[in-house]
C-alpha cells in the first residue's frame, strides 16, 4: 500500500522557520509527483508547491514563493518543505500528497494518495 507520513509541522512566531518532511512508502520513487497542500479552517484545501522525481515538474503558490523551498532525498524516499519568513496567514493544516507519474498538479483531485497532515500555526 502507498503511504505517506507528514511530519514537522509545529508552533511559531511570525518570521520564524519550519520543515515539512513527507516520507514516502508504497511505490516507485522514479515516477511520482509530491504536493503539498494547505488547508486553513473554513477554507478550502489549496495548493502550495510542488516537486516531480524527474525535477522537470514543479511549483509554487504566489503566495509562498521566495519564502518556501521543495525537495527531496531519494534516498530518504521523503520531500521536504522548508518555510521560512512564516505568516499568521501560513497557520493550516498541512497535507503531503502523491500522484503518479512525474507531473505536478494545483488541482486536489489529481492526487490518489495523501498523508495525514500536519498542523502548522504561527502567531503575530
Known amino acids: 500500500d502507498v503511504q505517506l507520513q507528514a511530519s514537522g509541522g509545529g508552533s511559531v512566531q511570525a518570521g520564524g522557520s519550519l520543515r515539512l518532511s513527507c516520507t514516502v512508502s508504497g511505490f516507485s520513487f522514479d515516477d511520482y509527483a509530491i504536493g503539498w497542500f494547505r488547508q486553513a479552517p473554513g477554507k478550502e484545501r489549496e495548493a502550495v508547491s510542488c516537486?516531480?522525481?524527474?525535477?522537470?515538474?514543479?511549483y509554487y503558490a504566489d503566495s509562498v514563493k521566495g519564502r518556501n523551498t521543495i525537495s527531496s532525498d531519494t534516498a530518504k524516499n521523503t520531500v521536504y518543505l522548508q518555510m521560512n519568513s512564516l505568516k499568521p496567514e501560513d497557520t493550516a493544516v498541512y497535507y503531503c500528497?502523491?500522484?503518479?507519474?512525474?507531473?505536478?498538479?494545483?488541482?486536489?483531485?489529481?492526487?490518489?494518495?495523501w498523508g495525514q497532515g500536519a498542523q502548522v500555526t504561527v502567531s503575530s
Open positions: 500528497a502523491g500522484r503518479l507519474p512525474a507531473r505536478c498538479w494545483r488541482s486536489v483531485e489529481m492526487y490518489a494518495y
Open positions: 516537486v516531480s522525481s524527474d525535477g522537470f515538474s514543479s
